[in-house]
């Protein structure tokens, strides 16, 4: 049976004794345990170049950017092929974010090795790899879940339209994944200032966290 080819994005460098799956040595290896056929490159390729291959990793250390999913790739029919892989365990919006824009799967970079094993046979599979609370959270929406629902039709009523101009634009760059310094960074404010606009968006939307703001927000 031939190899899947598939396509690696990824700025880190190969190094001897790593022993972290997310790690670039310790994911090559794992991947070519599993039967792939690997292209590993430091750049976004040109959208052609992507047809020859039927799984794309792509790295998520930049993740968190605001520009990252800004990126063509994430807008093409090929985002139904993405899993990213290395995702911190503090970026946890980044699973929300993948899972609303239809990529195929998310990896942590804390993932013990049986679970990044289980979740590559998945997608190898053509199945879907993303945290149970994560998938039933999205699920609860499409099906009508009432509290959901509410809350969603709260910020639609009342939240987005209490939003000062500021506040929408953090948090649009919260949706995008941008974490506080970032924000911070972009904006030339404090981090501290940050967190108190997030604090009182929270309090304007009924959201208790970035999870719910990104996925309450219309």
């Not at 968190?64 to 985002?79: C, D, E, L, V």
Request: charged share 20%.
């Amino acid at each position: 049976m031939a190899q899947q080819k598939v396509f690696v994005l990824t700025n880190q460098k190969a190094e001897i004794g790593l022993s972290r799956h997310s790690s670039l040595t310790s994911f090559r290896a794992l991947m070519d345990a599993c039967g792939f056929d690997l292209s590993v490159k430091p750049i976004f390729p040109c959208l052609e170049e992507l047809y020859f291959y039927q799984l794309i990793f792509i790295d998520a250390t930049q993740a968190s950017t605001p520009i990252f999913f800004k990126q063509p790739i994430f807008t093409s029919h090929h985002k139904s092929r993405i899993i990213l892989f290395g995702v911190s365990s503090e970026q946890q919006n980044i699973e929300y974010t993948a899972l609303r824009k239809g990529l195929r799967g998310v990896f942590y970079e804390n993932d013990t090795l049986d679970n990044m094993i289980k979740g590559i046979q998945k997608v190898k599979n053509g199945k879907y790899w993303f945290k149970r609370d994560t998938m039933e959270s999205v699920l609860r929406q499409l099906i009508g879940d009432f509290s959901g629902q509410e809350a969603i039709q709260k910020i639609q009523d009342t939240g987005t339209e209490l939003l000062t101009k500021r506040e929408k634009m953090i948090t649009s760059l919260i949706c995008q994944g941008a974490q506080n310094k970032e924000i911070a960074e972009q904006l030339y404010i404090s981090v501290n200032t940050v967190k108190t606009h997030i604090y009182t968006i929270f309090r304007k939307t009924n959201c208790r966290n970035r999870v719910e703001l990104i996925n309450c927000v219309p």
